[in-house]
């Protein structure tokens, strides 16, 4: 990771990140620390995270967790929460979402083509499916 992405994402972090950490705190009533795997990210898809992934997935849990059993069954199977990025070449076939020990795994293309990432719908229902 060069230093134009390590600058990139830290400007993510510092603006949005701790915002972003605090709504889905409070949405699923304790602490999902949310993990941005940034080494995975390509350089133009970082200014992507706020609005292709982190909102994506704050509105999909607020879905789940508009009452009392979709936030027992989050706050019970998923402790954290890890976002990687794929290359947008192949991201359809590639992206996947995942429950394992619970970590819930968003692997997606974050700043490609729409194929390549997940809807909050997508989200919501992958959670509700797999909860």
């Not at 992934?53 to 979709?70: F, I, N, S, W, Y």
């Not at 692997?107 to 729409?114: P, R």
Request: glycine letters at 6%; hydrophobic letters at 35%.
């Amino acid at each position: 990771m060069g230093l134009q992405e390590k600058k990139a994402a830290k400007a993510i972090e510092d603006q949005y990140l701790g915002d972003y950490q605090k709504e889905i705190n409070q949405t699923v009533g304790k602490e999902l620390p949310v993990n941005i795997n940034w080494d995975t990210f390509e350089l133009d898809f970082i200014k992507f995270v706020p609005s292709v992934c982190l909102q994506r997935l704050t509105d999909a849990l607020k879905e789940v967790c508009e009452d009392d059993m979709g936030k027992e069954a989050i706050q019970e199977s998923i402790s954290s929460i890890e976002v990687y990025c794929i290359p947008n070449e192949g991201a359809e076939d590639k992206k996947e979402l995942k429950i394992e020990d619970e970590v819930f795994s968003l692997t997606a293309c974050w700043g490609g083509h729409h194929s390549g990432y997940f809807s909050d719908l997508v989200i919501r229902e992958f959670l509700e499916n797999n909860l």
